[in-house]
């Protein structure tokens, strides 16, 4: 663990958590009535985000 695995890290996890509240946002739209039924670009987008922080933070556990 060194100090630029850590910013990464936090870095994508910022990016997770803004996007998961915008697609969160969306739940109330008209278009939000679908969300949770089909796979929309932003829920592909998310999951997406969500590999992102995943490999960060295990770039940030491996050992130097």
């Known amino acids: 663990m060194n100090r630029d695995?850590?910013?990464k890290a936090m870095?994508?996890?910022i990016v997770f958590v803004a996007h998961a509240e915008e697609v969160l946002a969306l739940e109330g739209t008209e278009r939000g009535k679908f969300l949770w039924?089909?796979?929309l670009k932003e829920k592909g987008a998310l999951?997406?985000?969500s590999m992102d922080l995943t490999r960060?933070?295990?770039d940030m556990r491996r050992p130097l």
Do not use: Q, S
């Open 37 to 39: 039924i089909v796979a």
């Open 5 to 7: 695995t850590v910013a």
């Open 11 to 13: 870095e994508e996890a």
């Open 56 to 58: 960060a933070l295990a």
């Open 47 to 49: 999951r997406r985000k």
